[in-house]
């Protein structure tokens, strides 16, 4: 296929998708749809159009142009310039940046999936037809309802989604794996739960994202099981859900955000070895108190910003690790150990303030020497990156007494300041780390 070919099929794809959402927010306006309805519609249609995205073009370079032109797209529909096909998406009453939120995990899980073909359709699927049928389920016929940060959700739809899921978890794994029918149903199983758990608790549309990413490294890493590594994660990480609830309970929040740390956690041991999740583990304690501490004046979604924050650094992360070439695990417990410390710093109960700078000094260098011995634990192209406890210290530092030296900046949005204050440096030093010394092989 020549590129005007691949061109041309790019930006086909991109304008009959706008060309159905303007013909899909004309019908419902006429046909006084549900709202959710057009929107669920649009949302099969574009992860349908996403997932044979890989065979269609022979280059890589035109499905990167069908996602920033998407992109683009989606932006554009939330001003007057595409208000009408916007409306397909943008009818419902809950603010969501799940379009946009889409659009990124086809682009991470095209950047990660090589060549496995499962670890791309399956996430997909799931996040297109799963998610469709318990809205629309819920919609329709949910009478029982449970709390989320986003308001409510059906037990009804869950079920939906709960189903369905099973179902096209076991349809992919018997057509894309080799796996034994015993092993693909347990496999089918467990996925279709941690989804529904996953799309339970999402909010703001970060179910786009956090699905089909979370269904990805529960492939990834227990592809193939249960050898005995794949089974001793699996418990690991089942393990950790319960007592990650308990901890965060324990600290004072509220059932909603004890379980979405739960989750967190779990995505978190599905992608790195239990010692590297220690210090992101401490990121979720550090938040479980400081959102206690800051009482009602927040609701459960504004509390949830570390987790979103936490979630965006881990991806970035993973995807830098493609063209890297090499692991960035240790780079991440920086982040992850300067984020810990500016929340700790930030949650400091009332003293005087040479009490409390003193106080988040030695949380900082706790949480430099806790990195520091979790670092040693890695080994080979985990292990590429020595001499980087200078900088380590400096991160963790910079962002553990920013609260202290100027607090009036965290006095608003602390979470999110103080999550790009931990990770962007941390990521900045990986890249540069990569280029200066091409990766594993320095």
Same mark, same amino acid.
């Given at each position: 296929m020549s590129i005007v070919w691949q061109l041309a099929l790019a930006l086909g794809l991109i304008l009959g998708l706008l060309t159905i959402m303007s013909l899909l927010s004309r019908a419902a306006r006429k046909g006084d749809w549900h709202p959710e309805l057009a929107r669920k519609i649009v949302h099969v249609l574009?992860? &349908?159009? *996403?997932?044979?995205?890989?065979?269609?073009?022979?280059?890589?370079?035109?499905?990167?142009?069908?996602?920033?032109?998407?992109? *683009?797209?989606?932006?554009?529909?939330?001003?007057?310039?595409?208000?009408?096909?916007?409306?397909?998406? #943008?009818?419902?009453?809950?603010?969501?940046?799940?379009?946009?939120?889409?659009?990124?995990?086809?682009?991470?899980?095209?950047?990660?999936? &090589?060549? #496995?073909?499962?670890?791309?359709?399956?996430?997909?699927?799931?996040?297109?037809? &799963?998610?469709?049928?318990?809205?629309?389920?819920?919609? *329709?016929? &949910?009478?029982?309802?449970y709390l989320t940060p986003d308001g409510h959700k059906s037990v009804e739809g869950s079920t939906m989604f709960l189903l369905v899921t099973l179902i096209l978890a076991m349809i992919c794994l018997l057509l894309l794996t080799e796996m034994g029918r015993g092993e693909l149903i347990l496999a089918a199983f467990c996925i279709a739960v941690f989804a529904t758990v996953i799309e339970a608790d999402s909010w703001a549309g970060l179910d786009n994202l956090f699905l089909p990413m979370g269904v990805y490294l529960f492939l990834v890493n227990f592809y193939g099981w249960p050898d005995s590594g794949g089974l001793t994660r699996l418990v690991a990480a089942a393990v950790a859900m319960p007592l990650a609830y308990g901890l965060s309970r324990a600290a004072g929040t509220t059932g909603q955000i004890a379980r979405i740390h739960a989750v967190a956690l779990f995505m978190i041991l599905c992608a790195v070895h239990v010692w590297n999740a220690v210090l992101p583990g401490l990121v979720l304690l550090a938040h479980a108190r400081l959102s206690v501490r800051q009482g009602d004046g927040q609701t459960d979604r504004d509390a949830l910003n570390v987790v979103t924050g936490l979630a965006a650094v881990s991806f970035a992360f993973l995807a830098i690790d493609v063209p890297c070439g090499a692991s960035g695990i240790s780079f991440y417990g920086i982040g992850c150990a300067a984020i810990a410390a500016g929340l700790v710093s930030h949650g400091l109960p009332e003293m005087s303030r040479l009490l409390r700078l003193g106080a988040a000094l030695a949380a900082c260098a706790t949480l430099w020497l806790l990195w520091f011995v979790l670092r040693d634990l890695n080994t080979g192209s985990m292990a590429w990156h020595p001499g980087q406890e200078a900088p380590a210290a400096v991160l963790i530092l910079l962002a553990g007494l920013s609260p202290q030296v100027w607090p009036a900046l965290f006095r608003r949005g602390a979470e999110i300041r103080i999550t790009a204050l931990g990770a962007l440096p941390a990521l900045c030093l990986y890249g540069g780390n990569c280029l200066l010394n091409g990766g594993a092989g320095s």
């Open positions: 574009a992860s &349908g159009l *996403a997932i044979p995205l890989p065979w269609l073009f022979v280059d890589d370079w035109p499905v990167w142009l069908v996602l920033g032109l998407a992109v *683009a797209a989606m932006m554009a529909m939330r001003t007057p310039l595409l208000a009408g096909p916007g409306r397909a998406l #943008h009818s419902v009453a809950r603010k969501s940046w799940g379009d946009v939120l889409l659009v990124v995990s086809v682009g991470l899980l095209f950047l990660l999936q &090589g060549m #496995h073909p499962v670890l791309y359709v399956l996430p997909l699927a799931v996040v297109a037809l &799963g998610d469709a049928a318990a809205a629309l389920a819920g919609s *329709a016929y &949910g009478r029982n309802f």
